[in-house]
């Protein structure tokens, strides 16, 4: 009996030692990795039959101590790209062509249906699933590129 | 005399509860929809020929990036999930308000890749806006030259529930939930 459970609390004592070592390792890593601007969830629906536009969302995080202020450049291909916002009124929605986001030190921002998107127009080549796209932004005035990847609506 | 003063009360009496009951069944109930003709697909498609127990309609247009495949998705993962029974006493049709940029075989070959059972509708715009009034629905096109599209659409986020005459029995303002239709649809079947 004496012996579980000097074996046993041996073991515990392994798994927390273990454990801890894990946990700073991992933050070790993420404090190289971060960038001012973390983007996750990036998808471009592949465009349907019948429709020459699609839209394109995203989940972003500003990890700096700084605004920062987003533009978009382009997305591969596509023959242009816009930021729009989808607006719903007195049971009507609309969209309007929206020039930059603002992006407040350490919030997040969306790109997601029903609100913000990136819409998308006339693709210049057959767009297969899980392809990646570049998309590039301006951040704070510098060109920046993000993967996104081609998602089917089915 | 006495007997012909009666009668004149007593008839006044019966025609003020009618008017009342008319002017309140006419409240309650104002009467929206009913047929209606479009274009499918090239053909002539009316509504009459061919109702389902209980029709959902919702306008919009195939350019629309955003809220139009939401809420068609949304339909299609709702209609889904209905009993095999229901399923085939259900229809949805779907109206383009884009006569000037969308092709017939452009609407109804892309609401058929949500489900094969959709119904893609346009027309002329004498028909679209026919259709519009009789549903008391709006859209608006306005130019739009600081997009590359040239123009945006801006129309009734709803869907209707029309019976098999077509008649408005409920509605379903800007649907975001494939589970808010799916209960409104039990809700009315
Ligand atoms: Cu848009």
Known sequence: MKYLFAVLSFFILVASLANSSFGEQKIVLKQVSVDPLEISEARIFIPLKGSSATAAYAKLKNNSDQDITLTLVNVESFSASEIHESLVRDGKMSMKKVDKIIIAAHKSFEFSPGGHHIMLFDATQNILANQKLKVQFKVNGKAQSFDFNALSRF | ?189
């Open chain 2, 1 to 189: 005399m006495k007997a012909k003063i009666l009668t004149i009360f007593f008839s006044l009496i019966l025609s003020a509860c009618v008017l009342w009951a008319v002017v309140k069944i006419n409240n309650s109930r104002p009467i929206i929809g009913g047929s209606f003709k479009a274009q499918n697909n090239g053909h002539d498609w009316i509504f009459k020929d061919e109702p389902k127990d209980l029709n959902l309609l919702y306008i919009g247009y195939v350019k629309c990036p955003d809220i139009c495949p939401m809420t068609l998705s949304f339909i299609n993962k709702a209609l889904g999930e209905l009993e095999l029974k229901d399923k085939s006493r259900v229809r949805f049709i779907f109206i383009s308000v884009d006569q000037n940029y969308e092709s017939v075989q452009d609407v109804s070959g892309y609401v058929k890749q949500f489900n094969s059972t959709f119904i893609g509708l346009n027309g002329t715009k004498n028909q679209i806006d026919q259709i519009i009034t009789l549903f008391n629905l709006t859209y608006k096109i306005e130019n739009d030259p600081k997009s590359y599209l040239g123009y945006s659409i801006t129309h009734s986020d709803r869907i209707l529930l029309l019976n098999r005459l077509g008649i408005v029995i409920s509605q379903l303002p800007s649907p975001r939930s494939s589970d808010e239709i799916l209960k409104k649809i039990r809700e009315n079947l």
